[in-house]
Nanobody
Framework: QVQLVESGGGLVQAGGSLRLSCAASGSIFSIKAMGWSRQAPGKQRELVAGITSDGRTTYADYVKGRFTISRDNAKNTVYLQMNSLKPEDTAVYYC??????????WGQGTQVTVSS
């Protein structure tokens, strides 16, 4: 089992920045990849960014150049630096991890609201 605790969400004006954090605990030795997804009201959850244990990153096209994912393996924490935020980035952001056994764990979510 892996437990995830997210933090860093909030309200920001368009063009502003936020940094999300997600700390993992439990069976952290089994974590292979970590990532972020988001879900806006009335919409399906969509992937935002991911990072493997060796630091390879992937981004959705709609956040490329604005968001940066990183991880601190010593702290078992993944971060999402979000710059140049737009109102359409408003959503609940979820952290997730994938383990070597193929299991996926999700955090409780943190609200990000971008005002125009």
């Amino acid at each position: 089992q892996v437990q995830l605790v997210e933090s860093g969400g909030g309200l920001v004006q368009a063009g502003g920045s936020l940094r999300l954090s997600c700390a993992a605990s439990g069976s952290i030795f089994s974590i292979k990849a970590m990532g972020w997804s988001r879900q806006a009201p009335g919409k399906q959850r969509e992937l935002v960014a991911g990072i493997t244990s060796d630091g390879r990153t992937t981004y959705a096209d709609y956040v490329k150049g604005r968001f940066t994912i990183s991880r601190d393996n010593a702290k078992n924490t993944v971060y999402l630096q979000m710059n140049s935020l737009k109102p359409e980035d408003t959503a609940v952001y979820y952290c997730d991890v994938r383990t070597s056994s193929g299991s996926v764990y999700w955090g409780q979510g943190t609200q990000v609201t971008v005002s125009s």
